[in-house]
């Protein structure tokens, strides 16, 4: 059997223009195929799509109501640690809440967590055992 591959990670937002630009100024690719209901950005393999809050609720038959942790962190793995410098640096400048600064962690990496202005948790990193090829993927089987 061959690997599943995870083609769509839909995020719920609570004002999808300002999400657009958001991520737009992270370097995120926008597809032609947003609309005004949806945005959709490619990220080299699987899609990141932007849905308003309330719809992507409705349509998953559960309540809108909520907040706090919600069992998901978003991860983008980079190359070196200068790289999760600046995409950090950068995140913060378009208004993401940097909830841990850039460091050195547990693991033997180098790692930062923000949240989007919708309090999803993005973690940039760089980890020196799960190399990132020159397109950015991970190379995870050796």
């Known amino acids: 059997m ?3 591959i995870v083609s ?3 995020l719920g937002v609570s004002d999808l223009k ?3 630009a ?3 100024g992270l370097g995120f690719d926008k597809s032609a195929k947003s609309d005004d209901d949806i945005v959709w950005f490619k990220t080299g393999g ?3 799509g932007l849905y308003p809050w309330g719809a992507m609720a409705e349509d998953s038959g559960v309540s809108a109501e909520g907040s706090g942790f919600r069992g998901v962190t978003l991860a983008i793995n980079l190359q070196n640690e200068k790289m999760v410098d600046e995409f950090v640096a950068n995140a913060k400048t378009l208004g993401a809440k940097i909830i841990r600064p850039p460091e050195k962690v547990f693991w033997g990496g180098y790692s930062s967590k923000f949240q989007d202005f919708d309090d999803h948790i ?9 190399p990132v ?4 993927k991970l190379k995870m089987d050796g």
């Open 2 to 4: 061959s690997s599943r």
């Open 18 to 20: 300002r999400s657009a």
């Open 46 to 48: 699987t899609v990141l």
């Open 122 to 130: 993005w973690e940039i990193a760089h980890n020196p055992f799960t």
């Open 133 to 136: 090829d020159a397109n950015g």
């Open 22 to 24: 958001f991520y737009e």
């Open 8 to 10: 769509i990670i839909t």
